[in-house]
């Protein structure tokens, strides 16, 4: 019978990409990891890895045995599950990790919602981008991932992740002052030559925002990237810069800046959160997922009244 350690270090490789990263990940040194998998090798009786330059990738027969890994760990989790939700009192740790404005916005209210019902339950947040938190959450570096999704640019559905749709947060423009429109398409093109902040090249969110500038018939002048969107509100509200801000940055407080509705179909962010397939059923995330509705709920109550469009 094969190791189970073992084959839990080969699917690491397979989502870390290095010896290295393995290492890292695990608190162990890379030639310990390397032995291991050297052994695993042994046990299996065919060649697991090969090299390519600096690297090495895993085998045709390695890619075998790490998808009957992903089944044996998925049934680990139903067991985990299982045993936590016959215990009357809630324990242990769940991991969470959150990109800046849920975890602004959301997070410290379902925080609160789990102290009061489980306040046995220790829960770990950490900020993060959905780009490296997803991979991470595939690599167990997290039990539940709120992440998201931008009009028009879908994320790619991993099998081995499942998702709960959470709420869906309206983007607006932010009007730096000086600047006048009639309705939000003029709005768009008044700023064509107004200096703009956004999110980094990579992002998901940049690809949205110079999408919707290129169809209002303009190429935004980006002078400012940045992934933190109270960076983005501040450079506003000094009249640096114009902007694309969701309504969760203002917490449910009155909006300090002039804000637009954006044209059909590029209104609204999708808020999400994701576990392993198999992790749903576990009771600390079942929890956590009821608290973070329970603070959407609380922010239901933001209205456009503040707002111009």
């Known amino acids: 019978m094969f190791d189970l350690h073992r084959l839990r270090l080969l699917r690491e490789l397979k989502h870390r990409g290095t010896l290295a990263a393995v290492a890292a990940a695990l608190s162990y040194s890379p030639s310990s990891v390397s032995q291991q998998l050297s052994l695993l090798e042994v046990e299996v009786g065919v060649p697991l890895l090969e090299r390519v330059g600096r690297r090495v990738r895993l085998t045709p027969q390695a890619e075998i045995l790490v998808t009957h890994t992903e089944a044996i760990l998925e049934r680990l989790e139903q067991a985990e599950a299982d045993v936590a939700n016959s215990m009357i009192d809630l324990t242990g740790t769940l991991r969470v990790a959150s990109f800046q404005t849920a975890a602004l916005a959301l997070v410290p209210d379902a925080l609160t919602f789990l102290r009061d019902t489980h306040p046995h339950l220790r829960v770990h947040v950490t900020q993060m981008e959905p780009k490296e938190a997803l991979p991470a959450l595939l690599a167990h570096d997290f039990d539940l991932v709120i992440a998201e999704e931008y009009p028009g640019h879908p994320n790619p559905r991993h099998p081995e ?149």
């Open 161 to 309: 992740l499942e998702r709960e749709d959470l709420c869906d947060d309206p983007l607006r423009l932010a009007q730096p002052k000086g600047v006048d429109a009639a309705e939000p398409q003029e709005a768009l093109r008044a700023l064509a030559d107004h200096p703009w902040v956004m999110e980094p090249e990579d992002t998901v969110a940049r690809q949205w925002a110079m999408t919707l500038c290129r169809d209002a018939g303009f190429e935004p002048d980006v002078r400012f990237e940045s992934t933190d969107l109270l960076f983005h509100l501040r450079l506003v509200e000094q009249g640096h810069a114009a902007a694309l801000l969701p309504d969760l940055v203002w917490r449910g407080l009155r909006p300090s800046v002039a804000l637009w509705s954006l044209p059909p179909g590029r209104q609204a962010r999708r808020l999400f959160t994701a576990v392993r397939r198999g992790g749903a059923r576990h009771l600390a995330v079942r929890a956590c997922r009821q608290a973070l509705l329970q603070a959407v709920a609380r922010r239901a109550d933001f209205t456009d009244s503040s707002s111009r469009a």
